[in-house]
């Protein structure tokens, strides 16, 4: 049976892109190799990244206004390091909303000083904070769109002059955006475009070579860009595969039309959490995540009941991070809304049961 998969990430991908991928492994494009064992430099894979390339900034709403996309490795986290070893000269300003932006926190000064413009750890990120300020004198202005552990996401992002900067690696793609408010995004490929091994970099040119550091070629931007994503080994299947799941994003309505289709599953999940006594939300309603829905049993005793009867229902990844407890659903792209109406079903036949 196919499990109805809430997990947070590597999470669930379109059935049909796994049909096609999974064919390629057998022999990509009727060449007689498998997409696993082509040349990177072949004109086959050379095809796969400019049409991924392309596809990320159609779909984004990018193209033709600056804006380049590369397809690079070692997740955010990587990120992380890269951003502030690009663009830190002398300070940058983060607002920390959880665990993935105290890490960026971490890593950026390394590089310079860090003004920490707001942040929600007083209440364990179960907030977004509002109101606050980014100074003038930073060299950019950090943010991080969805915090997949905590189930909070910005639902507005702030006016600056500065270069805003924004790891999206949980809802990309997931809702309508002006994402040209954006200097630069950053996305692990591993929640709505594709398996573990890529992350998805879309910069303005216009941003690089700012720092007179010397920078490593592996962490310049500019290296890559001008290699067009391909300075060194890509990674070729999960480069592949989020080929196939932005096409896939692109026949089936694009950003609108999952966004509609993600505006209802959310929707769905969070009534029921609202109106079920035996179930209560994590995060603040105002910021709570379309992407992922995080909430607490309200009587412990009940637990063990509760995990039987969604592991029953074939249901999988429904635990909340260790660091929050409780259960954290992860609502991505390519969720069908009836798995979300089966946990429905299965909260609802716990409240009957109580």
């Not at 971490?106 to 929600?120: D, M």
């Not at 070629?217 to 890509?234: E, G, W």
Request: glycine residues 6%.
């Amino acid at each position: 049976m196919k499990k109805h998969n809430f997990s947070a990430g590597p999470c669930i991908l379109p059935q049909e892109v796994f049909q096609e991928a999974s064919q390629a492994i057998l022999d990509f494009n009727n060449s007689g190799l498998s997409i696993l064992e082509i040349s990177h430099r072949s004109k086959d894979f050379v095809d796969v990244m400019e049409e991924a390339r392309s596809l990320a900034l159609e779909l984004l709403g990018l193209e033709g206004k600056g804006y380049k996309a590369l397809f690079l490795q070692g997740g955010a986290s990587m990120q992380f390091l890269m951003v502030a070893y690009n663009l830190l000269k002398t300070k940058a300003a983060y607002l920390n909303t959880g665990t993935w932006s105290t890490k960026a926190i971490k890593e950026a000064k390394f590089f310079g000083e860090v003004a920490e413009v707001a942040s929600s750890a007083d209440k364990n990120f179960k907030y977004i904070p509002k109101g606050f300020f980014i100074p003038s004198d930073v060299d950019y202005f950090h943010c991080t769109s969805n915090n997949t552990i905590y189930g909070t996401q910005m639902k507005e992002f702030p006016q600056t002059p500065r270069p805003m900067i924004c790891d999206m690696s949980s809802d990309i793609f997931s809702r309508q955006m002006d994402f040209s408010q954006f200097d630069l995004i950053y996305a692990g490929a591993q929640k709505n475009m594709g398996p573990a091994g890529t992350t998805l970099v879309v910069l303005k040119d216009e941003i690089l070579g700012k720092v007179d550091r010397h920078i490593p070629s592996m962490m310049d931007y500019q290296v890559h860009l001008n290699k067009a994503s391909m300075f060194n080994t890509p990674a070729v299947y999960a480069v592949y595969v989020s080929m196939l799941t932005l096409r896939w994003l692109k026949k089936n309505g694009g950003i609108a039309g999952i966004e509609e289709l993600n505006e209802k599953k959310a929707n769905l999940l969070y009534s029921e959490i609202d109106i079920n006594p035996l179930f209560e939300g994590y995060a603040n309603k105002e910021d709570r995540s379309n992407m992922n829905a995080t909430f607490n049993i309200t009587n412990d005793d009940l637990k063990e009941t509760f995990d039987d009867m969604w592991k029953e229902a074939g249901i999988n990844g429904l635990n909340g991070h260790r660091s929050v407890g409780g259960y954290r659903a992860s609502l991505y792209n390519a969720l069908p809304l009836e798995s979300v109406q089966v946990l429905v079903d299965v909260m609802s036949e716990m409240e009957r049961k109580a």
